[in-house]
T-cell receptor
Framework: AQSVTQLGSHVSVSEGALVLLRCNYS??????LFWYVQYPNQGLQLLLK??????LVKGINGFEAEFKKSETSFHLTKPSAHMSDAAEYFC????????????FGTGTQLKVEL | NAGVTQTPKFQVLKTGQSMTLQCAQD?????MSWYRQDPGMGLRLIHY???????DQGEVPNGYNVSRSTTEDFPLRLLSAAPSQTSVYFC??????????????FGPGTRLTVL
């Protein structure tokens, strides 16, 4: 069984400030981990994924995430927030190795203020 | 490539009515799935398929049927709609195996309201 916990359903940052969105996972097998972004009234778009290669994963739009097995975490960061980053962000886990079923967290709504 | 397409974008049903949500992909993906998205609950897996003729249940399958007669199409059927099925529905697809394993591509969604 696998699960994902996203701490903080709403996060607010100032433009130019660090973005940190938290994700902790539980998995009985080595996981694949994902961050997706959803802009208003749109589908989900892949930001980045971890598939057991490098533990620091770089994604699109300046986002990156670090896989920490000891902490069972996969937090998403961006050094400097932009207004266009305002969206909902979902962390997800799959069984890896060809297991395609994704389990999503409940999402974090990111607000960026001037 | 059009990617993953879903129709309709919006639908309003009365309790007890049936309907089919359409999903198609042109990426030759073996894996296709349906999720529902509800506020504060993230996305939950309804049904999935690993290839034509093969389907299986996800986390919340009750009240929904699926079939997979072709690689491209994966329709979701609501047999007798209930207000609890009011939600936004997303279809997704991906390869199985290889470096793109597990990267799922999502459609734009169908917003369903059941009165």
């Amino acid at each position: 069984a696998q699960s994902v916990t996203q701490l903080g359903s709403h996060v607010s940052v100032s433009e130019g400030a660090l973005v940190l969105l938290r994700c902790n996972y539980s998995s009985s097998v080595p996981p694949y981990l994902f961050w997706y972004v959803q802009y208003p009234n749109q589908g989900l778009q892949l930001l980045l994924k971890y598939t057991s290669a490098a533990t620091l994963v770089k994604g699109i739009n300046g986002f990156e995430a670090e896989f920490k097995k000891s902490e069972t975490s996969f937090h998403l960061t961006k050094p400097s927030a932009h207004m266009s980053d305002a969206a909902e962000y979902f962390c997800a886990v799959s069984g890896g190795g060809g297991g395609n079923k994704l389990t999503f967290g409940t999402g974090t709504q990111l607000k960026v203020e001037l | 490539n059009a990617g993953v397409t879903q129709t309709p974008k919006f639908q309003v049903l009365k309790t007890g009515q049936s309907m089919t949500l359409q999903c198609a992909q042109d990426m030759n993906h073996e894996y296709m799935s349906w999720y529902r998205q509800d506020p504060g609950m993230g996305l939950r897996l309804i049904h999935y398929s690993v290839g034509a003729g093969i389907t299986d249940q996800g986390e919340v399958p009750n009240g929904y049927n699926v079939s997979r007669s072709t690689t491209e199409d994966f329709p979701l059927r609501l047999l007798s709609a209930a207000p609890s099925q009011t939600s936004v529905y997303f279809c997704a697809s991906s390869y199985v195996g290889g470096k793109n394993t597990d990267t799922q591509y999502f459609g734009p969604g169908t917003r369903l309201t059941v009165l």
